[in-house]
């Protein structure tokens, strides 16, 4: 979990929900704080916690995943699986880049035809008249 930037911890329900105190998803979280609880802390990458977290839970068959919250919102087992299958945040911001970049590369391109197919031009007629 650690290289994921992420860490667990096991917890005693009552000071977790004391530790929840205000928190808009309280309510939604209440029924699975029974039993034994962990919790799982993402600081860098939320995506990339998760899915450090259901790798585990897949491999160990008494580590189970009940709910998580990621980014505010309450999210079930099968949420969190489809949430594990995102790339990761350096992936997405990669992509947005990259996506925002090929429309300039084409402008660039385009406009660099235009010049080159200019001078192409004024070359031939150069030869031309030189003939």
């Not at 790798?55 to 699986?81: C, I, R, T």
Request: aromatic residues 6%.
């Amino acid at each position: 979990m650690k290289d994921a930037g992420s860490e667990y911890k096991v917890c005693k329900n009552t000071l977790f929900g004391i530790a929840l105190g205000d928190a808009p998803y309280k309510e939604q979280l209440k029924e699975s704080l029974k039993g034994c609880t962990g919790v799982v802390f993402g600081y860098d990458d939320p995506v990339l916690a998760v899915k450090k977290s259901i790798e585990y839970a897949e491999k160990n068959e008494k580590f189970k995943l009940k709910q998580g919250v990621v980014e505010g919102k309450v999210y079930s087992l099968s949420e969190l699986k489809e949430i594990s299958k995102l790339p990761s945040k350096k992936v997405l911001l990669g992509m947005l880049l990259g996506g925002m970049n090929s429309p300039l590369a084409k402008m660039a391109c385009a406009m660099q035809a235009v010049n080159l197919k200019l001078l192409y031009a004024l070359e031939a007629l150069k030869n031309k008249k030189s003939q």
